[in-house]
Structures are given as C-alpha cells and as structure tokens.
C-alpha cells in the first residue's frame, strides 16, 4: 500500500500563490507517475498536471504557464507550485500516484481563491 499526505491548500486572493505538497509513504516503488487532479462543486474530478519519474510533464491547458509541478524522488514528494490564482481554480485538489498499475489517491486538500 502507498500513503499519500498533502499539504498546502488554503485561502488566497485572485494573482495569488500557493504551493502544495505531496508526500508519499510505504510501498513505493521507483517507477511511477504523480499529479495532482482537481474537484470542484458540481463538476467532474480533472487532472490538473502530472509528473513521471524522470521529469516528464503535462499540464491541463487551463493551468499551462501559471502552474509548475516538480518532484524529488529522494523524497518521494511532488509539489505543484501555482500562481497567478484565479477563482475558477477553487477546488478540491487531490495527489495521485500510479506504479505497478494501482493508483493511489490522497484525502485531498482544499483551495479557494477569492477576494
């Protein structure tokens, strides 16, 4: 079993930053792929952005240039630094690892961006 713990969310204004966190535990392994998905009322989970072990990445168009996701295997955390927040990025934001063809979520985190 992986354990996920995030960290991160908050309150923030609209042109803010926030940086989450995402820390995994147990039985990782060294090939996988980590992202964060978002969930906000009324709407279906979305993936935000993605990260594999060796530094590749996606981004889902409406956070491309405003969000960077990053990891440190040593750590076996990834981060997902956003800026420029704007409303429409209130949500639900949950980490996910996939390895060995199971994937894992964490209890996500909340994020609301208003004024």
């Known amino acids: 079993q992986v354990q996920l713990v995030e960290s991160g969310g908050g309150l923030v204004q609209p042109g803010g930053s926030l940086r989450l966190s995402c820390a995994a535990s147990?039985?990782?392994?060294?090939?996988?792929?980590m992202g964060w998905y978002r969930q906000a009322p009324g709407k279906q989970r979305e993936l935000v952005a993605q990260?594999?072990?060796?530094?590749?990445?996606n981004y889902a168009d409406s956070v491309k240039g405003r969000f960077t996701i990053s990891g440190d295997n040593a750590k076996n955390t990834v981060y997902l630094q956003m800026n420029s927040l704007k409303p429409e990025d209130t949500a639900v934001y949950y980490c996910?690892?996939?390895?060995?063809?199971?994937?894992?979520w964490g209890q996500g985190t909340q994020v609301t961006v208003s004024s």
């Open positions: 147990g039985s990782v392994f060294s090939g996988y792929v």
């Open positions: 990260i594999t072990r060796g530094g590749n990445t």
């Open positions: 996910v690892r996939v390895q060995l063809g199971n994937m894992y």
